[in-house]
């Protein structure tokens, strides 16, 4: 597989079969993803992996989390409060597109918001990973997180596996944080679930669209 082609099958996967991941696998994958480009080489990221019984009872305990409806301080802002078109207009799109397929109409919240609490079960993957960053790094080296996490995914790909970024995980940073036993002077940026795709899974039928390139893409010459 080339890099176009990791590029163009690399989505979010909402559903995974229960088959283990290799553990030699992802210990490759992690650590090929540190040649991420960082700016000064300062290398941010700080990654905890995550299988077996500590990923049960990690799922366990979001799970009686959810139920007893405790919620946290969230680590950052997701999304601006008043995000305006046209990315408002994607995200509703791809929302609607999703519950569309698993057959879940808006005026059903409670469906929704049972389907949105699978997040926090990695949407029954068997691999998760989590990355947290020195409180001291600003946006230039949160970009650098996303280089790294990018390659996470796109060597997965390679490596036939599926994954799903998460920042709904920074909606409950003091149970990540203390379950992982993060230093204090580090906060939490995301989760990903890593595994093989389930894909008789409906919400995997989801094909995100791309805007027009003219929407975007300037170039000068």
Known sequence: MNVSEAVAARRSVRGYLDRPVDRAVLE?????????????????????????????????????????????????????????????????????AMYREIGIPREDKAGRMSWFARNFQFFGAPAALFCTVDRQMGPPQWADLGMYLQNVMLLAVEAGL??????????????????????????????????????????????????????????RA
């Open 28 to 96: 490759m994958i992690v650590r090929k993803a540190g040649r991420a480009a960082t700016g000064g080489n300062l290398q941010p990221w700080h990654i905890d992996v995550i299988v077996g019984q500590p990923l049960v009872d990690l799922k366990a305990k979001m799970m009686a989390k959810l139920a007893s409806g405790q919620k946290e301080e969230p680590a950052y802002a997701i999304y601006p409060d008043k995000l305006t078109g046209p990315y408002r207009d994607r995200r509703f799109a791809i929302g609607e």
């Open 162 to 219: 599926a994954t799903c970024a998460q920042e709904c995980w920074a909606m409950y940073p003091d149970t990540i944080t203390s379950f992982l036993g993060t230093p204090r002077e580090r906060m939490l940026f995301c989760g990903m679930a890593i595994g093989y795709e389930d894909t008789e899974e409906p919400a995997n039928r989801v094909r995100s669209e791309r805007a027009p390139d003219e929407e975007w893409l300037t170039i």
